[in-house]
């Protein structure tokens, strides 16, 4: 196992490989530039304009929420404490964000606002939502850090780019998809 462990999993990234990740970048850009002709409001950007129905809205929002972490997490928990992880996504995590999108999504769809914070705030008033406002905030630059780390980790891991890098390219490539 210790072997395993030690051994170089770096991929041998050809000029094919890297025109492919360009190609993939350039795809991503693209669909960012063909929908911004649509949108012109942040209720378009966040909610399409309140084109879907609230159980896509529900569906992506469970897909957004899998993404480096989990993937990192989880096979680090797996490596650690086998297969009882599994437990922990079947028994904990999908039914939560199954509930989220298919219950809490359409009542938040329903009541016509944004987001939780502006929730709270036609709930419990401007307190409130100043409260989750920032916690929230603060929460999403951390994750925000985490995911771009994730994600450098796993580039450094497979294509040998130094970190810096990896986080440069894909903090751009993310800034440049949300600013079209």
């Known amino acids: 196992m210790s072997v395993l462990a030690e051994a170089d999993l770096k991929l041998d990234a050809g000029p094919i490989d890297y025109a492919l990740l360009a190609l993939y970048f350039v795809v991503v850009l693209g669909i960012g530039v063909m929908a911004r002709r649509s949108v012109s409001s942040s209720l378009d950007f966040l ?43 079947w028994i ?23 987001s939780v914070p502006e929730f709270m705030r036609r709930r419990f008033g401007k307190p409130a939502h100043l409260v989750n406002a920032i916690s929230f905030a603060v929460a999403q630059v951390l994750i ?22 990896s986080i440069c390219v894909a903090a751009l490539v993310v800034l440049a998809y949300t600013t079209l």
Do not use: C, D
């Not at 964000?97 to 329903?110: D, S």
């Open 47 to 89: 909610l399409s304009g309140r084109s879907l129905p609230a159980w896509v809205t529900g569906l992506a929002f469970i897909s957004a929420n899998l993404g480096a972490l989990e993937l990192m997490g989880m096979t680090a928990n797996g490596a650690q404490y086998g297969m009882a992880t599994v437990h922990y996504y």
């Open 92 to 114: 904990g995590a999908i039914p939560a964000m199954v509930f989220l999108g298919l219950v809490m999504m359409p009542f938040y769809y329903g009541s016509k606002v944004r």
């Open 144 to 165: 925000a850090g985490i995911n771009l780390f994730a994600l450098a980790v796993i580039v450094e891991a497979l294509l040998g780019w130094p970190l810096p890098v």
